[in-house]
């Protein structure tokens, strides 16, 4: 039996942990740069409060429905993600991690403490809840995707009020008939539209195919996941996962740049983050995306990209920066007002086979490196920086309504006042 253990608007549903003036109110959580909603609280979608639309488009809104509203806050949804992890961990013998709001349990060998898989569903809510105060939808099926399929049952249809289990061919074909095809995993909205085409309208039409004409018609997924969707179990935790081909890492900026060092300073922070990407997956590269843009929106649009040949293939923080500032006068234009800029390393090679150059030797130092990155998974991201990283809060995310990041700050720890 598997079972999948994911969060209930997982972001908004963090906002409120520490704050419970706000766990009766609705609350949305905005994207980058307080772009676009990205997590609607329960009380705020019975609101008819529409997802991944921009802010400023629903900003009156929710100021209708005294909507609370809250920026990003990334260092308090990874501490709490970990605490929810470590509590469901204890509840199987094998975990997997999919996401930061989902993880899927395996039970082998393990016997749970209920016989009853949903009274055991209920103790792993009731535990997380107690733990971490954050509400959870929990699936169980004999397979990972039946194990999606209960979970989206159980938070999205009625009737199920947290928790669903597919042991039987009847809540199997109950279940699935009350799907739509566009929610099962690993189909989408693109391939959905191209079911429905074939009068594959319902996560149970879809069982029903033949495997291998999926196959034939689409792709090997699409066979492995109507065989899941009879019980035959096709996934492997211990499968590798192929490392990325490219790494990049874009942002636009909280406001517009025209200053060149605020700029550059940006772009060198973006090559460190993808130097870090490269070496966690023991990768190197030879060469360099670089680009920068003004808004779309502005009357004079600028966008210019260029791509830095590296001499020899490397993920070395230090290279990175230097190539950053050899270029970068072939990007800027005065008088722009610059809206987004980005890096990104292409044709990656693996980092165990390499073919050194007598006439070219690597500037990378391994051993710097691994010092770098040690420190800074224990202190805290960029504890350690090139000094051409410097902090400008010009080119940094604009998070006007973040909340405290009570867990990860000595300052924003929760403070209780006791009259006596």
């Known amino acids: 039996m598997y079972c999948l253990v994911d969060a209930v608007a997982f972001y908004a549903s963090a906002e409120k942990v520490f704050d419970p003036a706000i766990r009766s109110k609705p609350v949305v959580v905005l994207t980058n740069n307080d772009g676009c909603i990205c997590a609607i609280c329960p009380i705020a979608r019975r609101l008819n409060i529409p997802k991944f639309q921009p802010y400023f488009k629903v900003k009156h809104l929710l100021a209708k429905h005294k909507v609370v509203i809250r920026s990003s806050n990334y260092e308090l949804y990874a501490d709490l993600s970990d605490k929810m992890m470590n509590v469901i961990s204890r509840f199987c013998d094998t975990q997997h991690v999919y996401s930061i709001d989902e993880a899927f349990l395996q039970f082998n060998g393990f016997t749970p403490l209920i016989n009853d898989w949903h009274q055991y569903g209920q103790l792993i809510r009731r535990t997380v809840w107690r733990e971490t105060k954050l509400p959870v939808g929990v699936g169980f099926g004999p397979t990972p995707t039946l194990a999606k399929a209960a979970n989206h049952a159980a938070k999205k249809l009625n009737g199920f009020n947290g928790i669903a289990v597919i042991d039987s061919e009847q809540a199997r074909q109950h279940i699935l008939a009350a799907m739509d095809v566009a929610d099962v995993w690993g189909v989408g909205k693109r391939l959905a539209k191209k079911l429905k085409l074939l009068n594959i309208n319902s996560a149970l039409d879809l069982a029903k195919q033949t495997p291998k004409r999926m196959k034939r018609l689409f792709s090997v997924v699409l066979e492995r996941t109507v065989n899941e969707l009879n019980g035959i179990v096709c996934l492997n935790w211990d499968d590798v996962r192929q490392d990325k081909r490219e790494i990049f890492s874009t942002r636009s900026f909280g406001e517009r740049l025209t200053d060149p060092v605020a700029l550059k300073t940006a772009l060198i922070n973006h090559s460190i983050i993808v130097a870090r990407k490269l070496r966690q997956q023991r990768s190197l590269t030879k060469r360099l995306l670089l680009f920068v843009a003004s808004s779309p929106h502005e009357s004079h649009y600028y966008k210019k990209s260029l791509v830095y040949?590296?001499?020899?293939?490397?993920?070395?923080?230090?290279?990175?920066?230097?190539?950053?500032?050899?270029?970068?006068?072939?990007?800027?234009?005065?008088?722009?007002?610059?809206?987004?800029?980005?890096?990104?390393?292409?044709?990656?090679?693996?980092?165990?086979?390499?073919?050194?150059?007598?006439f070219a030797p690597s500037q990378d130092n391994i051993k710097l490196m691994e010092c770098l990155d040690s420190i800074n998974k224990r202190y805290g991201c960029d504890t350690l920086t090139l000094a051409s990283q410097q902090q400008s809060q010009a080119w940094h995310m604009k998070r006007a309504f973040l909340s405290p990041q009570y867990t990860t700050r000595w300052q924003h720890l929760p403070k209780i006042s006791c009259d006596l």
């Open 309 to 358: 040949e590296l001499p020899v293939s490397s993920a070395d923080s230090r290279v990175f920066a230097k190539a950053i500032s050899e270029i970068f006068t072939q990007l800027y234009q005065h008088n722009v007002r610059f809206y987004k800029c980005g890096v990104g390393a292409l044709e990656l090679s693996s980092q165990q086979f390499q073919q050194p150059d007598l």
